[in-house]
């Protein structure tokens, strides 16, 4: 078998249908267990003797741990022990959340339970262990803890004042990390600008709101001391080494299983101190223990994200060509770095993607990273994203204003040109190949903008007033070792894929990857489907399972289909070419005349059939002796996967927002929504459309109405659905998503990533289309969530 593999060859231009599957759009093959309820999530899973956790939570925002008096609890019925900090703390060792290439980080050691302060209102401080869940929460209410309330640092703005509450002290002050990012002359450009534009903007604290809640079985075996864990988790393989780690345990002693995942969007990649809490009290106690959190206990417990505060320059010419941006950030993430990630992230997101789509020579930008007494903060999805490309593309829609050019002819005048790759922006990202002139195109094509302009003026003399928003983003994809830095948890920048066939010629894979709800299992079996050459419903594909699953990082940053998908392709194609060896010896034909088509062995030149997979997996299976005995009969190949050549592997694309904003009460009305996002090769433009536009419904969230709001003494005041408003079906505009396809080459497959896409770009989009609509009354909102509050205001409509 020396053909040269090329993506031509493997049918990936769409052409060898209907062997290939390489951008159909073909059904989930789990969506009718899910739709059915029979699918099983961590609080389905049911063991012998399993007890239940529940924890008291800090009601303060800082507080001392004065006395925790645990008699009454047990005395409740069906409570079977009372767990605190120092019983776990002799089972587990302390975590510190910091990355070495993350330069002059800090943050303070953190235990599962506190053993001193509660450090934000929602922190588990004692856990109750019982028969029932019911039982555990009624050994909860007769604990008596007494807390010595302390001052508590919510502000971000004033963590670095003198006189600030320093929550840490041993770190002296509140500081968790800086960087600077700077090239060119950024003051000559700004002194040399024909016009300066300068904003302030706020990205609104909110959270990932899964429909399955954060949840979790540890289950420790005395007589073998292995720990089994059913978690609803991203990255399985990296959970197994931070149990095994922690609880000073071999990593091969503990076993991590994630069967359906209800959502995580970047909320479960996180290690919470709750749950290496229940890993504890079943290592003490030898049996399996059960949490699932409740949804109030969620908003104060699972990490918030996108508190940011960023102040923003744009120098331009008198062409209105960009001549340097000048970004200043400042972020809170509570009182602790989130382990492994580190709450960092975010800010240094911001500063590597800001001014991302365009071209110019000149830039600085500085995030500045805080604690505060708040639940923590860290990655979620579209990490800075969204953040980055609102301060970005308000700028260019102030500039656009200042110098009286339309928006779309300066976003053309400036977006890096197609034909400029690779390259590298001034913040340091290399760009392999991107698309933005052709997204452009491909965006005014469906929008029909004329007609639009038209009705928004015909509109405005009615007093009914609508607008018009563009929103030019990137999004990072496919992180290579560089993303992964040092000091964190272990997780693998790799990802493999074994894929078998069984004597009936159906097909195996098992994957490193994990299906959270957005189709993994589904492009993986095109994938493997088109690499062998059998129908898609005769492939089963396995995840979530370190036991039997290849090695490997898990899904997030959209890698699911750009690493593990073309690790799967890679073992597919391998086990063709071993299928049709063995083809080749049984039918005394050279293996390169033959091919695979629909499960059926065929000859190449003429496609006629000669013998189906069925009936070569029972030879090999059954009746190998009758075949050549040098002959290799082992139908199953592994592969692994690992990008080489840069950091990332970027998408890039193009939205747009048209609403409607009543003046009279505040409120926004969507009227419709587009999105072009060019993700690379498109595996089931089905499931990438649902991706995009479930990223945009999260973009809307966060522009509309998603915020954690605590008040002056760091107390959490929404935290139920009734308070906490995400957007539902009656707030959903028309979404019209369109593709452009630039391939990275560095995979046979060229997948890059879909999932962040929408939420990337729909909060600036939403902005830029609320401020033209309201424009011509002289207003500008620049604070998420634009509630009608504070449209109101920016009105002058109310003080």
Known sequence: MNEIVTPKSLGLSREDLPNSYIGRAVPRPNARKLVEGRATYTDDVTLPRLVHAAFLRSPHAHARIVSIDTSAALKVPGVVRVFTAADLAAVCDPWVAVLAHLKGMKSAPQYPLPLERATWQGEAVVAVVAETRAAAEDGVAALAVEFESLPAQVDMETALAPGAVVIHPELG???????????????????????????????????????????????????????????????????QNVFATQLRMAESDVRVICKDVGGSYGIKVHVYPDEMAVACMSKIMGRPVKFIADRFEAFGSDIHARDHRITGRLAVDAEGRFLAFDIDDLTGIGPYSVYPRTSAVEGNQVVNLCGGPYAFANYR???????????????????????????????????????????????????????????TSPAGMKFEGLSHHASLDKLLEMVPVDKIRADQAEQRKRGVYRGLGFASFIELTNPSPFMYGIGGAKISAQDGCTVRMDPDGSVVAMSGVTEQGQGTEAILAQIVAHGVGVPVSKVKVVTGDTRTVPYGGGTWACRGAGIGGEAALQSAIALKEQILEVAGAMLQAQGASLDIVMGEVVDKATGQARMPLAELGRIVYYRGDTLPKDLARELVQTRHFITKEYPFAFTNGIQASW???DVETGMVKLLEHWCVEDCGRVINPMLVDEQVR??????????????????????????????????????????????VETPTKESLLGAKGAGEAGTAGAPAAIMNAINDAIAPLGAKVLAQPFTPDRILRALGTIA
């Open 173 to 239: 002050d509140n500081l968790v990390f800086t960087r600077t990012a700077e090239t060119g002359d950024v003051a000559a450009a700004f002194a040399s600008a024909h016009k300066v534009v300068e904003a302030t903007f706020h990205t609104g604290r909110h959270t990932g709101v899964t429909l399955e809640p954060r949840s979790i079985i540890a289950d420790y075996n005395r007589a073998d001391g292995t720990l089994t864990v059913h978690h609803s988790t991203q990255a399985p393989h990296m959970m």
């Open 694 to 739: 479930g990223g945009i419904v999260q973009g809307i969230g966060g522009a509309l109405y998603e915020h954690c709001v605590y008040n002056e003494d760091g107390q959490l005041l929404t935290t139920t659905l009734a308070d906490y408003l995400v957007p539902m079906a009656a707030e959903m505009p028309d979404m019209h998503v369109g593709h």
């Open 365 to 423: 930008c500085t995030t500045t990273v805080v604690l505060q007494n708040k639940a923590p903060t860290c990655q979620y999805r579209a990490v800075g994203h969204p953040i980055a490309t609102t301060v970005t593309e308000g700028l260019v829609d102030l500039a656009a204003e200042a110098l009286g050019m339309d928006k779309v002819a300066i976003r053309r005048k400036n977006l890096i040109p197609d034909d400029a790759y690779p390259c």
């Open 659 to 661: 609403l409607e904003v």
